[in-house]
């Protein structure tokens, strides 16, 4: 029923800036964390940030001092802003919240966890 939406996703330089955005549709209150993973071709999914409904941060050290997590728990929006984009850092991100309200019950397990479809980002010249 909840579905994740994501956004902001593209080609950049070497060097360039893009800011993903992750937006919840559904009846979904009260996410406690929410986070960001990444997908190379031939790779396994990493996490590359989260964060939590308290406001603690979590990077993955590739991607520290150039990325940066943020959220706005009114509209249980997460972003992520990526600075000082890297070849390697090319990847389909999905947006994953992971504790929830539906308004009737609080899912906790991890099996219960959402995932959106996915953005592609290229970093290439």
């Known amino acids: 029923q909840v579905r994740l939406v994501e956004s902001g996703g593209g080609l950049v330089q070497p060097g360039g800036s893009l800011r993903l955005s992750c937006a919840p549709s559904?009846?979904?209150?009260?996410?406690?964390?929410m986070a960001w993973y990444r997908q190379a071709p031939g790779k396994e999914r990493e996490l590359v940030a989260s964060?939590?409904?308290?406001?603690?941060?979590n990077y993955a050290d590739s991607v520290k001092d150039r990325f940066t997590i943020s959220r706005v728990n009114a509209e249980n929006t997460v972003y992520l802003q990526m600075n000082n984009l890297k070849p390697e850092d090319t990847a389909v991100y999905y947006c994953?919240?992971?504790?929830?309200?539906?308004?009737?019950?609080?899912?906790?397990?991890?099996?219960?966890?959402?995932w959106g479809q996915g953005t592609q980002v290229t970093v290439s010249s």
């Open positions: 994953n919240v992971e504790g929830y309200y539906t308004g009737t019950y609080y899912y906790t397990d991890a099996a219960d966890a959402i």
């Open positions: 559904g009846r979904i209150f009260s996410i406690d964390k």
């Open positions: 964060i939590t409904s308290g406001g603690n941060t």
